[in-house]
């Protein structure tokens, strides 16, 4: 299973970008899917998530109001717009796979991700 994300870039204060992350190989319909990020110096968060089949959505504290997860099952691919973006939005975004939880649950720890992304970079200047 392979995934790449992308979409990443300079914003200002405000802006709004869209990422993306397409899954190749595996079974994409059947995974949760999340979203983390991970800025200079500090530990990778939890951004959001959503459930597979249910689309349960989940986000974090952070971007709750923000940022909507969504998911198109026939492009096996995940998105996460970001509106309203302030500079401690700054970091490392990374996609991630959960081909475990079933579709009426969620986690969002890190442990239960299995596939990761290689990150894309969100810069937000003021």
């Known amino acids: 299973v392979q995934l790449q994300a992308f979409g990443g870039g300079s914003v200002q204060v405000g802006g709004s970008l869209r990422l993306s992350c397409v899954v190749s190989?595996?079974?994409?319909?059947?995974?949760?899917m999340g979203w983390f990020r991970q800025a200079p110096g500090k530990e990778r968060q939890f951004v959001a998530l959503i459930s597979w089949k249910t689309e349960i959505t989940f986000y974090g504290e952070s971007v709750k109001g923000r940022f909507t997860i969504s998911r198109d099952n026939a492009k096996n691919t995940v998105y996460l717009q970001m509106n309203s973006l302030n500079p401690e939005d700054t970091a490392v975004y990374y996609c991630?796979?959960?081909?475990?939880?079933?579709?009426?649950?969620?986690?969002?720890?890190?442990?239960?991700?299995?596939?990761w992304g290689q990150g894309t970079l969100v810069t937000v200047s003021s």
């Open positions: 991630a796979a959960d081909p475990r939880t079933p579709s009426t649950r969620y986690v969002s720890q890190e442990s239960f991700y299995d596939y």
């Open positions: 190989g595996g079974s994409f319909s059947r995974y949760v």
